[in-house]
C-alpha cells in the first residue's frame, strides 16, 4: 500500500500538547492541558474539545491518511468525548485518557513507520457491532428494571 509523503505534524503537535499535555503538576510527572478544564463548562467544552479534534483529524486525512487511521482517530477522540462529558469523572477521565497525544503519536507511527495501513473496515465493522451489543443490553435492563418495577408496585 503506498503512503503519502509526511506531512508538517508542528502544529497538530502544539494543538495536541495545549490539549492534552501542556502543563505539569509541580513535583510530579503528571501532565495536562486544557482539555479537562474546558470541559468543566457543561456541554460547551466537551463539544468545543471534540471539534478541536476532528480538525486535527480532517487535517491528517487531507495529507492522505490510511482509512485505518482515520477509524483509530476517530475511536479515540470519542471515547474523550463521551466518557469526558461525564460530570465530575469526565474532567479525571480527560486527565487520564489525552486522545490527542494518543492520535498525535498514531499519525506519527503512521507517516514514520508505515503503521495503520489499511482500510479500517473491519475495525468499525467491530465496533458497530460493540454499539448494537451494548444498546440491545442497555434495552434489555431498562426492559428488566421496568417489569422488576411494576411487580413492586403491585
Known amino acids: 500500500m503506498t503512503q503519502s509523503p509526511k506531512p508538517n505534524l508542528k502544529w497538530i503537535r502544539r494543538i495536541s500538547q495545549l490539549l492534552d499535555s501542556k502543563f505539569r503538576i509541580p513535583s510530579t510527572s503528571i501532565k495536562f492541558g486544557i482539555d479537562p478544564l474546558i470541559g468543566l463548562i457543561p456541554g460547551l467544552g466537551d463539544l468545543s ?20 487511521l482515520l477509524t483509530k482517530m476517530l475511536i479515540n477522540v470519542s471515547i474523550d468525548a463521551i466518557f469526558g462529558a461525564i460530570p465530575v469523572l469526565g474532567a479525571v477521565f480527560d486527565f487520564w485518557y489525552k486522545a490527542n497525544d494518543r492520535n498525535l503519536r498514531l499519525a506519527q507511527e503512521y507517516y514514520e513507520e508505515g503503521k495503520h495501513q489499511g482500510s479500517g473496515k473491519g475495525l468499525l465493522f467491530l465496533i458497530i457491532l460493540l454499539v448494537i451489543a451494548i444498546i440491545a443490553a442497555l434495552i434489555y435492563l431498562a426492559w428488566w428494571a421496568l417489569v422488576e418495577l411494576r411487580e413492586l408496585l403491585t
Do not use: E, F, Q, T
Open 49 to 68: 474539545s471534540y471539534l478541536v479534534s476532528l480538525m486535527l483529524i480532517y487535517n491528517i486525512r487531507k495529507n492522505g491518511a490510511s482509512g485505518k
